[in-house]
């Protein structure tokens, strides 16, 4: 059992690459210009960290709980560790310090926070501004229309530096319409990039799961967020 999950995860990882570097490819880009971040929820740390071990350099939690349960059994002298999900300001001080990247910050009440923690831990947080690309009610994210009054306003906070967007775009019919949210992504990274904002860097672009990292790089993705192609579909049990 556990060893055709090692053997599965070995086989998929590689499909992963093979299919991450055509891509980049496709898109005037080198492979390595791509980031794979492995999306663990669910996943025991034995694989995680077996993935690890094959060469991904990147892990990313989204809740606090779990991050914290799994937290001294990831490899993170191999690896970097991504908070991915939805972040309450009063969970913040849990995380900071253990993490490299936070890459779901959507308002500047959330920046703050993690900007004091930080301050507090002697640290600098990255972060990336998660954009709510489909205007989707009841979702995480920023509206488009408000991200750069957020970027000028997370500016000037210490100790925090926001690296780039992040967008999970709505569930999709087929392929032309996730590739239109894709580019709406693309055209407000490029277009805040032209801006030149001090203290705002727009290296990372963090769009594209399972499902769509292909077409998410060939829209301008820099970074992949991807789970269940990795490790199997999750068993929440
Ligand atoms: C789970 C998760 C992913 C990966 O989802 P898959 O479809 O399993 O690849 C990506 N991003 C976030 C924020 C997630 O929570």
């Known amino acids: 059992m556990k060893e055709k999950m090692f053997s599965d995860i070995r086989h998929n990882y590689e499909t992963i690459i093979s299919n991450i570097s055509d891509a980049a490819l496709a898109s005037g880009r080198r492979p390595e210009d791509i980031t794979l971040l492995a999306a ?10 077996y993935a690890i071990s094959l060469g991904l350099k990147f892990i990313g939690e989204n809740k606090v709980q779990e991050l914290l349960s799994k937290y001294d059994s990831y490899d993170l002298a191999n690896s970097q560790l991504h908070f991915i ?32 923690q930080s301050i507090k831990q002697n640290v600098t947080t990255d972060i990336l501004i998660e954009v709510n690309v489909g205007r989707e ?12 009054k957020l970027l000028y306003e997370i500016a000037p906070l210490e100790n925090i530096s926001v690296q780039g967007l992040m967008a999970i775009p709505p569930i999709c ?8 949210y894709f580019q709406i992504m693309r055209n407000m990274f490029l277009d805040i990039s032209s801006k030149k904002i001090d203290n705002i860097k727009m290296g990372t672009l ?4 399972s499902s769509d990292y292909r077409e998410a790089i060939l829209e301008g993705a820099t970074l992949v967020r991807i789970g269940s192609s990795l490790f199997g579909a999750r068993n929440y049990n």
């Open 40 to 49: 663990t929820k669910t996943v025991d740390p034995e694989f995680i960290n």
């Open 173 to 180: 019919e087929n392929e032309q319409e996730i590739r239109g």
């Open 206 to 209: 963090s769009m594209g799961m």
């Open 85 to 116: 999900g939805h972040l309450q300001s009063n969970k913040v001080r849990q995380i900071v310090g253990k993490v490299s990247m936070i890459q779901s910050v959507d308002s500047l009440k959330l920046a703050q926070e993690i900007s004091r």
């Open 137 to 148: 009610e009841n979702k995480s994210g920023v509206m488009p229309e408000n991200l750069e």
